[in-house]
């Protein structure tokens, strides 16, 4: 079988460091070895929010930071679902395929309803899970690379596909999550790393913007520096940031700064992210806005392409 990479993003903000190492790092290598979807979830983005905010500068600046890791626009399909009116279609039919029952079970929606600054639950909230199957099978994505948190999204998806071809003949293929043995960063006050929550470093900073998050990161009193990850989870952290950019193991990172302590360890990490960002920076400086918004353009051009023939596959199939 011919297998199709299916991935994407909500646009709440600039993309960082946890997201370099967690998917786009991942993302560069799978674009030479598949055909390849990234889809902007932009709809997506009022589920736990009333109303979208800067969605257009945050589209532009989710893409900038695409350009700038090194996402190929020739050879990955970057678009918006907003923008495939086919594609969101899709969640009709697949909607009659799951219960109510199922719906409510999804783990991840149940923890960020738990997460929600919202006072009630709405709708889209509920079934955005069946909408992301739409964006996964729209173009017979076959494989997804994923966090862990996005499981039960693909366990959706292929459900849906399962019973729409047990109902109405073989459409679609059945989509496997695809896990590497990714690091998951933690922010830089040990909780998780989130631009809303001020721990993250955006791959879009200044170097001393960097400098500035790194020497406020929560550390510890110890001296010896040692990468312990159960006991030291904040200092293991930093170890595993530095071990990153340098690509080499964190212990070795640990003995070499031994007894000088954490300020001789951020100064390190500081050094290493701010080296490994660099040619990351000065290419997202090469790309315009205006470059960005025809890439997206060009995406939602051939996206739709592919989303018309699928409905209308879908369509047939159903007897409509
Ligand atoms: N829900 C994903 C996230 O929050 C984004 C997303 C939307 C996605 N549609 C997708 C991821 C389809 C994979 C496949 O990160």
New binding site residues.
């Given amino acids: 079988m011919n297998d199709v990479v299916?991935?994407?993003?909500?646009p709440t903000g600039l993309l960082h460091l946890g997201h370099y190492f967690g998917s786009l790092a991942n993302r560069v290598e799978l674009q030479d070895k598949y055909p390849m979807y990234v889809?902007i979830?932009d709809y997506?983005v009022i589920t736990d929010r009333d109303v979208p905010g800067q969605i257009q500068r945050n589209i532009t600046g989710l893409l900038l930071d695409y350009l700038a890791v090194g996402i190929d626009p020739d050879k990955v399909t970057i678009f918006q679902?907003s923008a495939v009116p086919e594609l969101n279609q899709l969640l009709l039919p697949f909607l009659s395929l799951v219960s109510v029952a199922e719906l409510s079970r999804n783990p991840t929606v149940k923890d960020e309803i738990a997460h929600s600054s919202q006072g009630a639950v709405n709708g889209l909230m509920f079934t955005?899970p069946v909408?992301?199957a739409a964006?996964?099978l729209f173009c017979k994505?076959t494989l997804?690379?994923?966090?862990k948190?996005?499981l039960p999204?693909?366990e959706v998806?292929r459900l849906v596909a399962r019973r729409f071809n047990e109902r109405y003949g073989a459409v679609f293929p059945l989509p496997e999550a695809m896990m590497g043995e990714r690091p998951l960063l933690k922010g830089l006050d040990g909780g998780k790393m989130s631009k809303s929550r001020g721990n993250a470093i955006a791959l879009s900073a200044t170097e001393d913007e960097t400098a500035a998050l790194i020497r406020r990161a929560r550390t510890d009193a110890d001296r010896l520096i040692t990468f312990d990850e159960t006991h030291r989870p904040e200092v293991a952290n930093l170890l595993t940031i530095a071990g990153l950019c340098l690509g080499r193991p964190p212990q070795d990172i640990a003995a070499e700064i031994g007894h000088r302590g954490a300020a001789a360890l951020k100064s390190l990490v500081t050094e290493a992210v701010n080296e490994f960002l660099r040619p990351i920076r000065a290419r997202r400086r090469e790309h315009s806005e205006a470059d960005a918004r025809r890439i997206l353009a060009e995406g939602n051009e051939r996206a739709r392409e592919r989303a018309i023939t699928t409905l209308q596959e879908v369509r047939a199939a159903m007897g409509f």
Wanted: proline share 4%; charged share 15%; aromatic share 4%.
């Fill in positions: 299916l991935t994407g993003d909500r889809v979830a997506q679902h955005y909408h992301q964006d996964i994505g997804v690379p994923v966090g948190d996005q999204h693909v998806t």
